[in-house]
């Protein structure tokens, strides 16, 4: 198995350990997933927001 990573500092996948882990996404298994690391991340945090088992408004 291949692993792909997007790196945060390069804005772009890697199929190497090229950049450190502190500045990278994944593995994921394919290089077109990890295209779409920012866009997952960005789904993530949106269905988060929205989820109201973690809602920490008061009323």
């Known amino acids: 198995m291949s ?5 945060l500092k390069h804005h772009r ?3 190497e350990n090229l950049c450190s882990y502190a500045d990278r996404l994944g593995p994921y298994p394919s290089e077109a997933e990890a295209s779409r690391a920012l866009e997952k991340v960005k789904e993530r945090n949106e269905e988060w927001d929205n989820d109201p088992r973690w809602n ?3 009323d």
């Open 56 to 58: 920490d408004k008061k």
């Open 3 to 7: 692993d792909y990573w997007y790196c």
């Open 13 to 15: 996948v890697e199929h």
